[in-house]
Structures are given as structure tokens and as C-alpha cells.
């Protein structure tokens, strides 16, 4: 067993990381020793957290700027694991975001938008990336899903269709790669505190405060609880768990 560190010699891509969830967790596999590609639409808040990556941990980080439901885009980011590492062991599929409204009030510019930031990036990376993960034989797939998916949360009808679209993925593909040293499973958090949290706050307080009554535990959930899980599935520890939908959610659905 090697004593090194958990991610020593791997490639990990990150997307979504420019802040919040996704940033927390490129963070988590930098301090255990990974390589990094991440990937979000901002180019300078991609080129910030590059730096910061790099002078924090002392890896290797490559950023990609751009939309991730644009087919080309995720071609790019996998392309550039390969340019510049030649493998790719893991992949987190946290870029997204939600338009969360009621169904009536959304208009049809937004109910494509919340479909392409939540499952069509998801779908192009994976398809790019799991080529490579097969001529290895080795993969990790992690997906950041949604637990209001499992408990119909306010508002959130259009967000919960690209969310559980992304959740069927997972046990699609998880099946499909089983027997090719690929797992594939879903994080799902709920409430989570994130830069995006406060400024939903400060526009609609009363909408976070229902949300987070949902939640036993009565808080929200921080960005490393979430990077914490995400890293145990992204590693080999992980291998025999696949195709799963795992909640981090201080109890908001259970079972």
C-alpha cells in the first residue's frame, strides 16, 4: 500500500472550480498530491484560482475557460488532461447551477439553461473522458447531484429534472464501465454554505431560510463536508462502490 499521498501521480479534472463546491474540492485533491485541470466560464476567476492552486500546493493546474454545455468546451477541458498529463483518473462533474422559481414563472430561455448547466455538462465531459478512463482501465466519476432530486424540493421542479437526469446517468454508466475499473457515483448535497448561498441571501432571505429549515441538523452544510466525500469517491479506497446517489445532506432525506 503506498504511503504517499492519496492522489500522488494522478490527474484530476475539476470542473466548476472557479469558487465555491467545486474550488473546495480541486483544493482537497491539490493537498493530496493531484494534478489538477479545472474548468468554469470566467476567465480571470479561472486564471485566480490556477494561482492559488499552484501556490498553495505546489501541483500542476491547468484552466479551462468557458461554457461546459457547449460540446466543444468540454472537448477542450478533457483535451487538455491529455495535452498536458496524458491520463485522466478522475473526473468531478460539478459545474451547474440552478434558476430555482417556480415552474410557471421560468420562461423557456431559462428552462434550457438550468438543462444545459446541470446535465449537458455533465454528458459531454463524460463522453470525452471516458475513452481514455478505458483504454487505462481506471476511472473515477463523480458527479455533483442534488438531494431535493429524492425530496421534491420548493421551486426546484425544472433544476430537479437536470439533477435526476444527471442521478440516471450515474447508474447508466455505472453498470455500463463495472467491469473496467470505472466507478461512477453521485454526491448529492442540499443546503451547502457557498459564495452562491449568500448571494441568494441577500436577494431573497426568506428563501434561504425555508431551505435550510428542511435540514435536522439546522445548518447548512460547508464546501469541505461536501469536497470530503467527493474526494473518497474519487480515489481507489472507492472501488466498490458504484452507481450510487450518495446524500450529504445533515439528514434531510435518510434511507
Not at 503506498?2 to 472557479?18: D, H, K, L, N
Not at 485533491?29 to 494561482?51: H, K, Y
Not at 450518495?246 to 435518510?254: A, E, F, L, P, R
Amino acid at each position: 500500500m503506498s504511503t504517499g499521498p492519496r492522489f500522488e501521480g494522478q490527474v484530476a479534472i475539476v470542473t466548476g472550480a472557479g469558487r465555491g463546491i467545486g474550488y473546495a474540492c480541486a483544493e482537497r485533491f491539490a493537498s493530496e498530491g493531484a494534478n489538477l485541470v479545472i474548468g468554469d466560464l470566467d476567465q480571470a476567476q479561472v486564471d485566480a484560482a490556477v494561482s492559488q492552486l499552484i501556490a498553495d500546493y505546489g501541483v500542476k493546474v491547468v484552466g479551462v475557460a468557458g461554457d461546459l454545455s457547449h460540446q466543444s468546451v468540454a472537448e477542450a477541458t478533457i483535451k487538455a488532461a491529455l495535452d498536458h498529463y496524458g491520463r485522466i483518473d478522475v473526473l468531478v462533474n460539478n459545474a451547474g447551477g440552478g434558476i430555482l422559481r417556480p415552474f410557471l414563472a421560468h420562461t423557456p430561455e431559462t428552462l434550457k439553461a438550468t438543462i444545459d448547466r446541470n446535465l449537458w455538462t455533465c454528458i459531454w465531459c463524460c463522453w470525452y473522458a471516458l475513452p481514455t478512463m478505458r483504454a487505462q482501465g481506471y476511472g473515477r466519476i463523480v458527479n455533483l447531484g442534488a438531494d431535493s432530486v429524492r425530496n421534491g424540493l420548493f421551486d426546484h421542479a425544472a433544476y430537479n429534472a437536470a439533477k435526476g437526469g444527471m442521478h440516471g446517468m450515474t447508474t447508466g454508466l455505472a453498470r455500463e464501465y463495472a467491469r473496467e475499473g470505472i466507478t461512477v457515483n453521485t454526491v448529492a448535497p442540499c443546503v451547502v454554505q457557498t459564495p452562491q448561498l449568500d448571494e441568494v441571501a441577500k436577494r431573497d432571505p426568506e428563501l434561504v431560510r425555508k431551505v435550510i429549515d428542511v435540514v435536522p441538523m439546522g445548518r447548512p452544510g460547508t464546501m469541505d463536508e461536501i469536497a470530503s466525500m467527493v474526494a473518497y469517491l474519487g480515489s481507489r479506497e472507492a472501488a466498490f462502490v458504484t452507481g450510487q446517489v450518495i446524500s450529504v445532506n445533515g439528514g434531510t432525506t435518510m434511507l
